[in-house]
Each structure stands twice: as structure tokens, then as C-alpha cells.
Nanobody, 123 residues
Framework: EVRLIQTGGGPVQAGGSMKLSCVVS????????MGWFRQAPGKRREGIAA???????DVADSVSGRFSISLDTVANTVYLQMNDLKPEDSAMYYC?????????????????WGQGTQVTVSS
């Protein structure tokens, strides 16, 4: 059974930094890509970063210049580094995995999901 276990998250002050981690286990293939999504109350889930095992990465315009994604293929762990956090970044953050190398920010294209972790940015 594929499992995605997230760590990190919690409260942080505006302007601060935080790093989220997501460990993938029992994935049936070494060829996969991963993404980070977030969902604020009353809003739809938003794809914000994606990476694949070949080293390709991308981040959404909404977080470009502040957030970055990295995928450690040895540790099977994807990270989301968040800098200069703003109150509007407060949301539940999810990692996700898909058996496809093309980067995607589309929720329905992901097959497996982490449990989610809350990030709350105070002003």
C-alpha cells in the first residue's frame, strides 16, 4: 500500500520560513512525480508546486520566488521550502504522488495523497 506521510507545519509569523516534508513509501515504480497542494477554508484545493524523479520542478505563479520544491529520490522524500510567508499562505497543505513524469498542478491527476498538515501564518 502506497503511503505518503507528511511532517512539518504549524504556526509561524509573517515573513518567516517553514519546510514541509513528505515521505513516500511502497511506491510501485521509481518513475513518478509529486506535487504540493494547499486548501484554505472556503476555497478550492490549489496546486502550488510539482517535481519529478528526473529533476524537473515547477511552482505556481502565486508562490513563485518564495516557495521551492525538491525531491530526494534516495530518501523518497519531497520537500516544500516556504520563505517570506504571508497570512494568505495559511491553509492545509497536502503532498501527492502520481505515476507519471509530466508535472501537474491538477488535483485529479494525482493518485495518492498525504494526510495534510496545517500551516497558519500570523501577521
Amino acid at each position: 500500500e502506497v503511503r505518503l506521510i507528511q511532517t512539518g507545519g504549524g504556526p509561524v509569523q509573517a515573513g518567516g520560513s517553514m519546510k514541509l516534508s513528505c515521505v513516500v513509501s511502497e511506491y510501485p515504480t521509481t518513475r513518478y512525480s509529486m506535487g504540493w497542494f494547499r486548501q484554505a477554508p472556503g476555497k478550492r484545493r490549489e496546486g502550488i508546486a510539482a517535481a519529478d524523479v528526473d529533476g524537473e520542478t515547477d511552482v505556481a505563479d502565486s508562490v513563485s520566488g518564495r516557495f521551492s520544491i525538491s525531491l530526494d529520490t534516495v530518501a523518497n522524500t519531497v520537500y516544500l521550502q516556504m520563505n517570506d510567508l504571508k497570512p494568505e499562505d495559511s491553509a492545509m497543505y497536502y503532498c501527492a504522488a502520481r505515476t507519471w513524469l509530466r508535472l501537474s498542478f491538477l488535483e485529479y491527476e494525482y493518485e495518492h495523497w498525504g494526510q495534510g498538515t496545517q500551516v497558519t501564518v500570523s501577521s
